[in-house]
DNA sequence: AGCGGAAGGTGACACTGTCAAGCCGTGCGT
DNA sequence: ACGCACGGCTTGACAGTGTCACCTTCCGCT
């Protein structure tokens, strides 16, 4: 990583055009703050260490983000950038509504895990105000858009009504963020022990759709409103 | 509530007159403490702000808690004791196993959204590492307990094999735990509309147990691994 | 009476994010 | 061709933080 700054304090008189020259420093200090993050953890963050690891003065990526919240935006933004994607892949690689939604599920745990500070900044609206950052929050739909027509597909495959849809999302969405959080942050794979943990989220994912499948009975019986059975009957 | 949290935490020091008055302003600071993550947010927690506004010297905290850390989980036991106590009392309030589910879902998800300063603490291993506190670490654990008995009973009602505890457990978890953490970190709502979303917790809690209910007619059917239809199907 | 030790205070240090200037070389207008 | 404005970057400063070390005060016991 010396190396790497001590080229990027040579370049600073590179005869390329200006524009260039920023744009490399610009990604100088996001990939130091990748790394700071994936190796030193989230909290680990500061403006100041991410400009020391990038070879500049503790003033100088300053110049490329008004702010530190700055900076972790535009690493949620490639963490949602990648959400998306591996959500547009998963969805492509199986035939079915109900095997894309497993694969959806899949994929969305997987990344969590895979990249878990970056997962956690998508979701920290104290550290990153998608309100404040339109091209982030315009990624972080293009991915929740994925996952909402998978969960329209399984309801037009006779898996459920129409009507449903946001809720039978809120369900789907809540379960595979519910998995990734629980085992990002310990409490599970604490409680049910490291053994079966390698298996947990596909057997999550198997069961959930086995869940949805199974109601397709329910419906064609006629029992649409299934979903209030449990609470109507028994109160 | 906090008499529970306190009460598990005078174990260390207790000589009886000098005592009181140390646990009262140990009280002092752990209710400025908890003052302000609920009107500032948990952001905003500094052990120096904490006590200013106890109205003591900056360091008059350190003579009860280690470090700042201690303070949160005393915090976070706060949590989780209040979080057991919920999900027994939703427990008890209902007959039928999927009914108890449903209102743990409810209570779960209630207590979030009433105290989210609290519930961020109780998952955020960063601020508070559970390893370090063992008794809190037990209030969790006891929380965790309602849960897990909750979905065993599910399962002993015929909606199920036994097998599957540990999968459901963590299906339903998940269920719980994403909604909370997506209602509580903006998306979900920002997505859906405000419109719904007072409804919207106990319409996914009621779509959750009414999945589960629909089971039980595949179980019946002798598909008892219909969990893993889907994957073994389109594969 | 005297002392130990707990309750609490004061000052300092390294670190953070951010503001305000400064330096320097390139590209532009004239 | 020259000057100058400006972009890239640096340096210095400030308030705020958590934590360490040391200090004062004062109660309760021997």
Redesign the pocket.
């Known amino acids: 990583m010396q190396a790497v700054a001590v080229k990027s304090?040579s370049n600073?008189?590179a005869p390329l055009?200006?524009?260039s020259?920023?744009q490399a420093?610009r990604q100088l200090v996001l990939e130091a703050a990748e790394e700071l993050i994936r190796t030193e953890g989230l909290e680990a963050?500061?403006?100041?260490?991410v400009s020391r690891r990038a070879g500049?003065?503790?003033?100088?990526p300053?110049?490329y983000f008004p702010?530190?919240?700055a900076i972790l935006a535009a690493l949620a933004n490639q963490g949602f950038a990648l959400l998306a994607e591996k959500l547009r892949e998963a969805r492509r690689s199986r035939p079915t509504p109900l095997a894309r939604l497993e694969a959806c599920g899949n994929a969305y745990v997987d990344l969590a895990l895979s990249r878990p500070a970056h997962f956690k900044l998508m979701f920290r609206p104290e550290m990153v105000k998608l309100d404040d950052f339109p091209d982030t929050a315009a990624f972080a739909d293009s991915a929740f858009q994925e996952l909402q027509a998978t969960v329209r597909e399984v309801l037009e495959a006779g898996h459920g009504v129409p009507e449903e849809e946001p809720v039978l999302t809120a369900l789907c969405w809540s379960v595979v963020h519910g998995l990734a959080g629980l085992l990002l942050d310990g409490p599970l794979l604490y409680k049910l022990g490291r053994s079966g943990s390698g298996q947990l989220v596909p057997l999550v994912m198997a069961m959930m759709c086995g869940l949805v499948e199974g109601r397709t009975a329910g419906v064609r019986r006629g029992r649409t409103k299934g979903a209030r059975g449990a609470a109507a009957r028994t109160r």
């Open positions: 304090k600073a008189l055009s200006r524009g020259a920023a420093t963050l500061s403006f100041r260490e500049l003065s503790h003033q100088a300053y110049h702010d530190r919240e």
